[in-house]
């Protein structure tokens, strides 16, 4: 059944508005709440006594990317966290300073909910992964082996710099690019030649680039745990036809630093391999806003910018407007909230973006 009721969607909102005002409580509560929402409130109004409802969200501004470069990471600390050491990740940069988020277990908490969406079949417990992607500061890496590790399983890790494969490519230094890809990959399949690995977690393009070197169903992959750059429909076909053969487990992700993981519903044969991906609400809500006004939301299968509000203790991001778009999708079970199809870069159609591997 891939419909939902209104009363599903009902309760779901209703659940979703009673975490918000829980957590507005907690980061504006001068007991519980951080330095820098406490001094916006002083700024600007409390939010504890004029926000009950998601709807109502649109009183605060949009979250700026800035006060995530420019502020000393401690302004975030909630009171009740204060004198326990966090994590610091990165999300972005090329150039520059880098978005930081930090948190303390939000990445288990988000990739432990991902974990019942994810078969049996295709990532088998108590065996080992294979993480190709980047690790350094970003939380993915931890997140990964978090996920392996509730399913018994341990993890190999092969590391991605996005940074520098986007940055020879501005520079149009393909060659770089390429040499930079088939190191990464050489890396990959001799783990895959001489270990036991079931599942795999990669980006798109270098699961491309992985399957020109080797059959991924004889090497034992089962399943594919992916994420990053875009994935068009046509793009989608030929990666669960041509490459894993039908046959090897697909799991499609949107996630980020910021956000967590957004799960996609399972492909049917109407989607036409268009994916849909669903927030983890309420811990995290993805809004398809008119780019040239966001405090108003697109009509479903209407294409807009993707707004994206996190709603845990350990962070509050109020209304952050990514550079992404996406195509805004009707509830389908078992989520009982608006999805984000098609996700690509903000403007795709009117620019060249680089992407790189991620």
Not at 60 to 79: K, M, N
Not at 277 to 302: K, M, S, W
Request: with cysteine; charged share 25%.
């Amino acid at each position: 059944m891939n419909t939902v009721t209104p009363e599903t969607i009902k309760r779901a909102r209703e659940q979703l508005d009673g975490h918000l005002r829980e957590t507005i409580a907690w980061h504006f509560g001068p007991d519980t709440g951080c330095p820098f929402w406490l001094e916006w409130a002083k700024k600007n109004f409390d939010p504890r006594r004029e926000v009950a409802t998601f709807e109502e969200m649109t009183k605060f501004p949009h979250f700026q990317d800035e006060w995530l470069r420019d502020l000393q990471p401690e302004v975030w600390v909630p009171a009740q966290f204060k004198g326990k050491p966090f994590n610091v990740f990165e999300t972005g940069g090329t150039t520059g300073m880098p978005k930081q988020r930090i948190g303390w277990d939000d990445y288990k908490v988000d990739y432990s909910e991902f974990s019942d969406k994810i078969s049996d079949q295709h990532f088998p417990r108590n065996h080992y992964w294979l993480m190709m992607g980047p690790t350094g500061p970003r939380r993915l890496r931890l997140a990964i082996e978090h996920l392996a590790n509730l399913r018994g399983s341990s993890c190999y890790f092969v590391d991605l710099d996005p940074r520098w494969v986007k940055k020879v490519i501005a520079q149009k230094q393909f060659e770089q690019a390429r040499a930079y890809l088939d190191h990464v990959v050489e890396q990959a399949v001799t783990i895959l030649k001489h270990r036991r690995v079931s599942g795999l977690f990669t980006t798109p393009k270098l699961l491309e680039a992985l399957a020109e070197k080797i059959n991924l169903w004889e090497a034992g992959i089962r399943g594919v745990f992916c994420g990053g750059t875009t994935m068009a429909p046509q793009y989608v076909r030929f990666l669960v036809e041509e490459l894993l053969e039908g046959r090897i487990g697909f799991y499609p992700t949107y996630g980020n630093t910021l956000m967590g993981l957004a799960a996609s519903v399972p492909l049917l044969p109407e989607d036409r391999f268009s994916i849909t991906y669903y927030a983890p609400q309420p811990r995290a809500v993805l809004r398809i806003v008119d780019p040239n006004n966001p405090n108003t939301t697109r009509g479903y299968d209407e294409w807009g910018r993707v707004e994206l509000t996190t709603l845990t203790r350990e962070f509050f991001m109020p209304r952050f407007l990514e550079r992404d778009e996406a195509i805004r999708r009707q509830p389908r079970a078992p989520y009982a909230w608006d999805g984000v199809a098609e996700v690509r870069p903000f403007g795709a159609l009117q620019k060249n973006i680089v992407e790189g591997v991620y």
